[in-house]
């Protein structure tokens, strides 16, 4: 009797099946360097949350800026207060901080649309 | 502090690298956490921080009196009483108004007016949630189910852990406390699983419940009698959607964030639109609090007799009438209980009666075990159709039960009523956008049920900088249609 497993080639894995080139060790790899996984996964999940807090920085400037003008006034925040409006102006003339607005408002006369 | 805002993306990013830096130190990473449940929970007002200690240090010495204790009269009375003390502090926050409203109406009818003691009493956000979990921990230890906690850091994490502090879901301490003290793991599923539980809340808070609260179930809610039946139909399916996605959202934020921190909570909702029977649905709504009503209110008042007969029907109605009432001193709450109470109830008799019909025909029968076996199975149309049926009688009586939960009084349900079955205007309020959303909602239950657990599956294995960007452009885009500022989630008054 034939093995059909051996009948059929390997097929491609799809994108989502591929395993990542991810800069963290494989678990099993992780334990023989001496550290465990739950350490890398936490080490990969603040830089997930980090890249997500970049994201924010560079398309949610508006946010950011009004975040920082809502906390307390003191010298520290008024130096964040400054630096947020120096982050806005320099977005807005890059583009990122036009993005949001844009999408806010095709999606606003997208709602609004009535029967 | 609310979940949806960059206040606790902060927040929650400095205990998550705290926690895991602290990782090898089990007592630094209790009380680290510890501190920063109480930060969270004093962020909003720093005064009720004391209610908090004071109810973990009560249920603390509560239980290590118990545990002291051996006469079986002597522990029933001490649990008796710290339950008892637990429940006055809550009814004292939550029904205080009422009675002194109530007195002041009684006084005055009777010609005794009466100037009443008037305290403006806010109710403490989350102390209903704090409360069951203290109380379930005195009745697990008073039933000998866990040993009482020695540690009184535990015992204070356990109370005020903050992602379930303020909404749930109500974590059992046979559950959350031996997690403490083993080292905390987090693998590659549930790094992925937890930020995508943290994405579905956001999406279903800031975008379905809030879009619906704002743009059609609040403005219909405030004025029944001027809205149209086609919006009044549309806003009453809408409340129970918005009702559903607002507090499964806080559950999964809460469930999202515990599992970063390296903790297993149990799934809380799962799906609860979709049930065909309010049994069903009921064990599918928040389950932690649907369980924690069944085992401490309801085996309270079963006892230790059997659970069968007129006993059954009227614990079962005095478990929802109670549950209604749990949520505020208004008739409104108790007609929501009662209607529920007997639903259940009645769907009990009737599936009763349906079992034993169908048992006792064989018997009736001459021919015995062949008709037994002749006995028709429903074909799988018949039992498509049967579930079809029952899905839509559920479905309807928790939306036209939620038209009292909702109104702020009677009179105002029954004109929500009564203009509603009038039949008459189009859609003033209703657009393709809000359709769209309760259609959405509700479709969407009838998917599997453990999606997110397939898709975290499928993403295990992404590096990091793309699951970054998976979960900011996640946020950036619910942040981008989202409102302006955040709307409190609906059981923070509870």
Redesign the interface.
């Known amino acids: 009797m034939v093995d059909e497993t051996l009948a059929y080639p390997e097929r491609k894995k799809s994108f989502w099946q591929r395993r990542s080139r991810s800069l963290q060790p494989a678990p099993a790899q992780a334990r023989e360097a001496g550290t465990d996984d739950s350490a890398v996964q936490a080490r990969r999940a603040a830089v997930a949350m980090l890249v997500a807090f970049a994201l924010f920085a560079l398309f949610d400037s508006r946010g950011i800026r009004a975040f920082v003008r809502d906390l307390p006034g003191n010298a520290v925040t008024d130096t964040l207060v400054t630096a947020a409006d120096g982050w806005h102006t320099l977005m807005q003339r890059l583009g990122p901080a036009a993005l949001a607005p844009a999408v806010r408002e095709r999606f606003d006369r997208w709602r609004e649309v009535k029967w | 502090m609310l979940f949806p805002t960059?206040q606790f993306?902060l927040f929650f990013?400095a205990v998550?690298?705290a926690a895991?830096s602290l990782?090898a130190s089990a007592s630094a990473r209790k009380l680290m956490l510890l501190g920063a449940s109480y930060f969270f929970y004093g962020y909003w007002d720093w005064r009720f921080l004391a209610l908090l200690a004071g109810s973990s240090a009560f249920n603390y010495a509560a239980g290590l009196a118990l545990a002291g204790t051996r006469g079986e009269r002597l522990r029933y009375r001490i649990m008796a009483t710290a339950v008892a003390a637990n429940l006055g502090v809550l009814g004292l926050f939550k029904y205080y108004n009422f009675f002194i409203d109530s007195l002041t109406d009684l006084t005055l009818a009777l010609g005794l007016q009466r100037d009443m003691p008037f305290l403006e009493i806010v109710l403490p956000i989350g102390i209903s949630f704090f409360t069951f979990q203290g109380v379930s921990y005195l009745v697990d230890v008073y039933r000998g189910h866990i040993r009482p906690v020695r540690s009184p850091v535990d015992l204070f994490l356990y109370i005020s852990f903050f992602p379930q502090l303020v909404a749930g879901p109500i974590v059992r301490a046979a559950h959350f406390l031996p997690q403490l003290d083993k080292?905390?793991?987090?693998?590659?599923g549930?790094?992925v699983t937890?930020?995508l539980l943290i994405l579905n809340g956001m999406l279903k808070k800031t975008v379905v419940a809030h879009?619906l609260a704002a743009d059609l179930v609040d403005p219909v809610f405030a004025a029944p009698e001027q809205a149209s039946s086609v919006d009044l139909i549309a806003a009453h399916y809408g409340y129970a959607v918005q009702v559903y996605c607002d507090f499964s959202a806080y559950s999964d934020i809460a469930i999202g964030a515990a599992a970063?921190l390296?903790f297993r909570f149990r799934k809380n909702f799962d799906r609860p639109l979709a049930a065909t029977s309010l049994t069903q649905l009921w064990q599918r709504w928040h389950i932690s609090l649907s369980t924690w009503l069944r085992d401490y209110l309801y085996r309270a008042l079963r006892g230790d007799k059997r659970d069968a007969g007129w006993r059954m029907y009227r614990n079962i109605f005095l478990t929802m009438l109670l549950g209604g009432l749990w949520h505020g001193a208004n008739w409104t709450f108790v007609i929501w209980g009662a209607i529920h109470g007997v639903g259940l109830g009645l769907e009990r008799f009737i599936k009763g009666r349906w079992h034993a019909w169908r048992t006792a025909r064989p018997r009736l029968n001459a021919l015995g075990a062949a008709a037994a076996a002749a006995q028709p199975t429903p074909t799988p149309a018949v039992a498509l159709f049967a579930a079809g049926m029952g899905w839509l009688v559920t479905f309807h009586l928790f939306t036209l039960a939620a038209v009292f939960f909702r109104s702020p009084e009677l009179e105002a349900a029954f004109t929500y009523f009564a203009t509603m079955f009038a039949f008459e205007g189009?859609?003033r309020l209703?657009?393709?956008?809000l359709f769209a959303l309760v259609a959405g909602a509700v479709a969407v239950q009838f998917l599997s049920g453990n999606g997110i657990e397939r898709l975290a599956e499928?993403?295990r294995?992404?590096?990091?900088?793309?699951?970054?960007?998976?979960?900011?452009?996640g946020?950036?885009?619910i942040?981008?249609?989202g409102p302006q500022g955040v709307a409190p989630f609906v059981y923070f008054q509870f």
Do not use: C, H, K, N
């Not at chain 2, 294995?461 to 452009?473: E, I, Q, R, S, V």
């Open positions: 960059p993306a990013f998550f690298v895991w990782r080292e905390p793991e987090l693998s590659r549930a790094v937890g930020f879009y970063l390296g189009g859609p209703l657009t393709p956008f499928r993403a294995d992404l590096p990091a900088w793309m699951l970054g960007l998976m979960l900011g452009g946020l950036l885009a942040q981008t249609i």
